[in-house]
């Protein structure tokens, strides 16, 4: 059995081509955060070319209990459990038990007959049979017409969450029965005819247990996180480790600072009805930086090899047609706002103008972020692997493109 192991440095920042003096505008960017209590802790992690040559920690992951960020805290990586249980759909797409052009209702027959909203208030909407047929590509690439319901931009986000479906509500609901919950509201529009961040990763999670026979949970153990080494993510913790999770915070904005907020999450240490393939998962940085190395790697890590290489480009290329990026395909929504010059793929956004992003990425680079503020990305033209972790909701601040600028202008050689 694999031993749980902390996030470390391997080699020297410049080994890897990082100006150390430089990375100190990062560790004072990431301080000047904590001391201004918008974040409580921070971890950030770098590697190049498969080698890990930045590590820093600062803050609290209990400010109540004064317990220290450490090189084994785990955090909820929320939205992140989506890259990994896309990684799952396209092994069993490589195995040809999944077609990405099959109809979703092949699979789940809850989505043979969608209709998509018009009008009309969330509790009596005008709807329309879809003209469109829903394909498993719609839900992989954020095309399909669903949505969430703290996206708090239309009719149907509001259907959802009288629902029920709203971040901090119970989730006394399985896989299946939130896929099936979902399949009976409107769309928000065509399949395929716009982007719109949504349960579609969920949907594909069910279809995973469909196909496979086994339980998401169990897949993904499987699969993905057992052979990769990942023993520190999984949707539970032990008892013996729940010492090392970070407290959840949220942002208040009374105060302007970061509060605890444990009533927003599920609990992880006991059994939960669901667990999600859009997010539930908690990792650490260690752990998910191997993630990270598979992907930057085509694939393969260490000899495990999850996926072909051809199959991580297709992934990481643009699925929206025609070249258009999120901010030109998307109805207008305070996440599409910030996604000019990126588009998305098969379960990763992939920057596609650095210019129009406002960014020194590399074209190609690709990754996600996560509710509670986590991010990664993957700029393979670099043999850059980044992952960050912290843990404050609903966020009111830029730091994850301020970490991009921060990052890339250390990288001088």
Known sequence: MAIAAGIASDVEPQEIGFDPVRLERLEHHLQRYVERGLRVGCQ??????????????????????????????????????????????MML??????ALGAPVAS??????????YRVGPARAPLTAPASETMLVRHLLSHTSGLSYGFMYSNAVDEALRLQGFDIGQPENYTLAELCDRVAALPLVFEPGSEWNYSYSTDVVGRIVEIVSGQSLEDFLQSRILRPLGMVDTGYTVSNTDLGRVSALYSFDPESGRAVPKPELDAPLDGPRLLKGGGHGLVSTAADYLRFLQLLLRGGELDGVRLLAPRTVALMTSNQLPDGHDIFTYARPTL????????????????LLNP???????SPGTFGWGGAAGTEFWVDPAEELTVVFMTQVLFAADDLRAELRRLVYQALVS
Do not use: C, N
Not at 335 to 350: E, I, K, P, W, Y
Not at 355 to 361: G, P, Q, R
């Open 107 to 116: 699979y789940l027959p809850s989505f043979e007959s969608p209709r998509v």
């Open 355 to 361: 210019v129009a992003a406002d960014t020194t990425a």
């Open 335 to 350: 996440l599409s706002s910030t996604q000019r010059g990126v588009g998305f793929g098969l379960g990763f956004s992939v």
């Open 44 to 89: 950030i992690a770098i590697a190049r070319g498969g080698r890990v040559g930045y590590v820093h920690s600062v803050g609290q992951r209990d400010a109540v209990a004064g317990l220290p960020v450490e090189s084994d805290t785990i955090w909820r990586v929320y939205s992140m459990t989506k890259p990994l249980v896309s990684v799952a759909a």
């Open 93 to 98: 797409w490589e195995e040809g038990l999944l």
